[in-house]
Antibody, heavy 117, light 108 residues
Framework: QVHLVESGGGLVEAGESLRLSCAAP????????ISWIRQAPGKGLEWISY????????YYADAVKGRFTISRDNAKKSVSLQMNSLRADDTAVYYC??????????WGQGTGVTVSS | SYVLTQPPSVSVAPGQTARITCGEN??????VQWYQQKPGQAPVLVIY???DRPSGIPERFSGSNSGNTATLTISRVGAGDEADYFC???????????FGSGTTVTVL
């Protein structure tokens, strides 16, 4: 069964760093791109990054480019999001999702990040 | 980046049909996906490639896409359909994914 589990969220101060992880043990992990999407409190969905199945292709939204880094470890079936220079407007629930059907066919339950200023 | 245009809210009586629009210039030339998100839960894909339903999604959910507007239609609406709905496209110019602003469906 397809299952994605995020971890690593928490409360940090502005300017600090945080590393999120996404474990995805239940499917052929190396066949899929993985993406991170976030949702600020009471707001809509915002795509922030994706990584190809091999890790060779990576894209970021302008809002996080230069501050966030996505990576994957296919042996461990996991994807990470290193978030540096965090700002108050990075406060959100962060979801990892499997890329499929030109969108996202399976999502994790999300992990919360709060950046205090 | 940009956000696709959706109405903030749609209200519908039980058993009736809800229609949620998603607007962008020439969106008909792109593939549109729709997600349902209930409070406190992760989004769930309900329509992909404009009109296809993933396994487990009721036939009451349907989609269309033409010109400048894509539409998600929910027939025979029930209380369980109360949720936020988001459209989404892939922008092949920027290699970015783009979401709509979201629509809250309320069953009266």
């Amino acid at each position: 069964q397809v299952h994605l589990v995020e971890s690593g969220g928490g409360l940090v101060e502005a300017g600090e760093s945080l590393r999120l992880s996404c474990a995805a043990p239940g499917f052929s992990f190396t066949d899929y791109y993985i993406s991170w999407i976030r949702q600020a409190p009471g707001k809509g969905l915002e795509w922030i990054s994706y990584i190809s199945s091999s890790g060779s292709t990576i894209y970021y939204a302008d809002a996080v480019k230069g501050r966030f880094t996505i990576s994957r470890d296919n042996a461990k079936k996991s994807v990470s999001l290193q978030m540096n220079s965090l700002r108050a407007d990075d406060t959100a629930v962060y979801y990892c999702a499997r890329v499929g059907y030109s969108g996202f066919d399976y999502w994790g339950q999300g992990t919360g990040v709060t950046v205090s200023s | 980046s940009y956000v696709l245009t959706q109405p903030p809210s749609v209200s519908v009586a039980p058993g009736q049909t809800a229609r949620i629009t998603c607007g962008e210039n020439n969106i008909g030339g792109k593939s549109v996906q729709w997600y349902q998100q209930k409070p406190g839960q992760a989004p769930v894909l309900v329509i992909y490639y404009d009109k296809d339903r993933p396994s487990g999604i009721p036939e009451r959910f349907s989609g269309s896409n033409s010109g400048n507007t894509a539409t998600l239609t929910i027939s025979r609406v029930g209380a369980g359909d109360e949720a936020d709905y988001f459209c989404q496209v892939w922008d092949s110019n920027s290699y970015h994914y783009v979401f709509g602003s979201g629509t809250t469906v309320t069953v009266l």
